[in-house]
């Protein structure tokens, strides 16, 4: 059972279980003490990406009209792919040093929904709309300003509940004989 929430996903337990016993994980396990230096780089990268996400949307969303949209996000995007993949690779790897205590957490797999969500506007955005015209149509770049906004705000807003979420006293008086 869950100790942070009586929700819980026993297809999802049990890979969790799975991850824990792997030799990959069994392996990785000895480099732990460099957990928090990679906590440090996770954050660090996941910045840089949503500050750089930031930048792009509210610029799509009307503000900041004297820069030039094709011009920032040109500029943005590699900084934007370095973000995702280093904070995706650590979290990968944060993920492997204990799959168990990570992965139970109560907003973790909304926010692998959120983050997944938030590629596939962005791959959709980029196929669909042509940033050097993107002023004649206003209120789809807004929308999808405000979409895209919403959704890493969202995957930041379930980090930060991961990251401060305490076993519920009720769970321990229930386990208590």
């Not at 990268?45 to 750089?52: E, P």
């Not at 650590?90 to 926010?111: C, Q, R």
């Not at 959709?124 to 002023?135: K, N, P, Q, T, W």
């Not at 959704?151 to 008086?173: D, K, P, Q, Y």
Request: charge should be neutral.
């Amino acid at each position: 059972m869950n100790p942070y929430t009586h929700f819980s996903i026993p297809a999802f337990d049990n890979f969790l279980v799975w991850l824990s016993t792997t030799d990959l994980r069994m392996w990785l396990y000895q480099y732990e003490d460099v957990d928090r230096l990679l906590v440090f780089v996770h954050i660090a990268a996941a910045a840089m990406l949503f500050g750089v996400i930031l930048m792009v949307d509210l610029r799509l969303m009307g503000f900041a009209k004297r820069l030039v949209l094709k011009d920032l996000a040109d500029l943005a995007l590699p900084w934007a792919i370095a973000g995702g993949v280093i904070a995706m690779s650590t979290g990968i790897v944060l993920l492997l040093f204990d799959p168990i205590a990570v992965g139970i957490h109560t907003f973790f797999l909304p926010k692998m929904a959120l983050i997944l969500l938030g590629l596939i506007n962005a791959l959709a955005f980029h196929r669909v709309v042509r940033l050097d015209g993107v002023e004649a149509r206003a209120v789809r770049a807004r929308f999808a300003g405000a979409l895209s906004l919403a959704l890493w705000t969202g995957v930041f807003l379930c980090a930060s509940m991961n990251a401060t979420e305490r076993i519920s006293a009720s769970v321990h008086a229930a386990a208590a004989p």
